[in-house]
């Protein structure tokens, strides 16, 4: 039974359910932000920006599609809560922050995109402008379609020689074109960047000419060091396929050498894939799910098909989160899948995947269509981790944009894939939470669990909608002998790599 208390209290009935042993320490929330006006799309991560030992919040955010905000990026301080530095953006910074020191400070400076071309580099200590992006490549047959979207990016091994990791990020994806047109749909730019200037090291179209949502991942396979990179093409209603290339393919601008290793007719590859050697060869091995709900385990040192799943009349934006699920040694899947056709979605569907052989092994239907990604744990000392989701409560057979002012409800829950239970963290009526993926780590070395979870206003009857957000720190009494396996968005690091427990 879903227990419906409301605020703190549930957070501590759920916390001695879940975790049992006697402490004193207490679980409380350490501070609650909230912020007028703007929301966000994307997912906090953490990393000690004012070097008082604390690990420190950075998120994207800004006002509605197409606007300009004071409030653009954002970095609160972990301890208290309080802003340490905001950047104006001219659109929706939906991307989440990719950390590495550029500066030579001892801080690590701040790489995050979002809509209308934005890709900025930000000092960590302050938030100013190191670099960013500006679009001038009108005669430029490759970069002239850099012109869209900047999603997130990861760092691949120094190609230029500055000893300095360099920035792989996928521009693309024309929001102003509606469902199946075709017509003015770009091609994705896979591009290089120089993560100290910003410089274009290397960029090339997709393999394939079709257009691009999808962050890439990127990993180095044993024995060989340069870089692999995967990366996907296509859309909610465009085909597309899911490329293995080599980093020296990009810098050669030679990506028509990509090797398609998964392919979906009528939709693309959108979610990023997640990285976890399941075969035990010390290879990582490549998961990936197509916006059709299909789910391809493919092998990482020869791309073969391991196993594959189809998840029927469903559709899926989500990524996995990797963790021990099902007790034995081989990482297991989790996701969001949405019942339905975007952009009317009627429904949201949790997926559990066996690692060994892509069999499904838990299966509910709680909430609505929403975006955030699981963050993962052993909660309760079983040797088994659970599932940390937001969910979002209301008439999904209305349809994901028609909904009325007062019927959403923003839940925090904990799934125990053992005993099969729902526990509900947090409940909040006239709140939503459709992107943004909660962090899990211990925020002040304490050895406990913090969570950061974010939540947005709703009053309108369109949950796209910005109208003000709230952003809390929660402070558990769970210890922690680990670091989570999975603590954020696309993994702990943010590649897309699952890093087992030691």
């Not at 953006?89 to 790489?111: K, L, N, R």
């Not at 001038?136 to 091994?157: C, G, I, K, M, T």
């Not at 995967?230 to 990509?258: H, Q």
């Not at 309760?380 to 981790?385: A, E, I, L, M």
Request: hydrophobic fraction near 35%; aromatic fraction near 10%; include cysteine.
């Amino acid at each position: 039974m879903q227990k419906q208390i409301p605020g703190i209290l549930v957070l501590c009935c759920f916390l001695i359910i879940i975790f049992s042993n006697c402490s004193d320490k207490k679980t409380e929330i350490v501070w609650d932000r909230n912020l007028p006006v703007i929301g966000s799309q994307s997912s906090p991560r953490a990393t000690d920006l004012n070097g008082d030992g604390i690990l420190d919040i950075v998120m994207g955010a800004g006002k509605n599609e197409y606007q300009h905000s004071d409030q653009g990026i954002l970095a609160f301080d972990g301890k208290t809560g309080e802003l340490i530095w905001q950047q104006e953006a001219i659109d929706q910074v939906f991307g989440s922050a990719t950390f590495t020191d550029i500066t030579g400070d001892g801080v690590s400076d701040v790489f995050i995109g979002g809509r209308s071309n934005q890709l900025m580099a930000l000092n960590g200590k302050t938030g100013e402008v190191i670099w960013k992006y500006k679009y001038q490549f009108e005669e430029d047959p490759v970069l002239r379609y850099a012109r869209f979207n900047f999603y997130n990016s990861v760092l691949v091994s120094d190609q230029n020689g500055d000893g300095l990791e360099d920035l792989l990020i996928q521009n693309g994806g024309n929001s102003k074109v509606k469902p199946y047109l075709e017509k003015d749909r770009y091609p994705g730019v896979l591009m290089l960047f120089d993560s100290r200037t910003g410089d274009i090291l290397a960029a090339d179209t997709m393999p394939d000419g079709k257009e691009s949502y999808m962050s890439p991942v990127s990993y180095v396979q044993p024995g060989n060091p340069d870089p692999v990179i995967i990366f996907g093409t296509g859309g909610e209603t465009i085909s597309g396929n899911l490329y293995f290339a080599r980093l020296s393919d990009l810098v050669t601008g030679n990506l028509s050498n990509a090797k398609i290793i998964a392919a979906e007719d009528g939709h693309g590859f959108i979610a990023p894939p997640v990285l976890a050697d399941i075969t035990g060869d010390g290879f990582p091995d490549i998961v990936a799910i197509s916006h059709k709900s299909s789910v391809f385990a493919m092998d990482g040192k020869n791309q073969q098909i391991l196993w594959h799943r189809q998840i029927e009349n469903t559709e899926s934006s989500n990524s996995f989160a990797v963790g021990n699920f099902t007790g034995d040694d081989v990482p297991d899947f989790f996701t969001f899948v949405s019942r339905g056709q975007w952009p009317e979605n009627t429904g949201s569907l949790q997926v559990l995947l066996d690692g060994k052989d892509g069999k499904i092994v838990y299966l509910d239907s709680m909430g609505c269509t929403g975006f955030s990604s699981p963050v993962v744990y052993d909660l309760n000392g079983d040797g088994r981790d659970e599932a940390i989701i937001s969910i979002n409560e209301f008439d999904c057979n209305r349809g994901y944009i028609d909904q009325q002012t007062n019927e959403m409800q923003n839940k925090l829950i904990v799934i125990d894939f053992r005993n099969g239970s729902v526990n509900v963290v947090e409940s909040l009526s006239s709140f939503k939470n459709i992107f943004s993926t909660p962090y899990i780590g211990d925020m002040d070395q304490d050895g406990y669990l913090d969570i950061i979870h974010c939540q947005y206003y709703n009053a309108t009857a369109d949950p796209m909608l910005f109208l003000g957000m709230r952003i809390k720190r929660i402070s558990t009494h769970i210890p922690m002998d680990a670091p989570p396996a999975w603590g954020a968005y696309m993994g702990s690091n943010g590649d897309g790599t699952f890093m087992r427990k030691q």
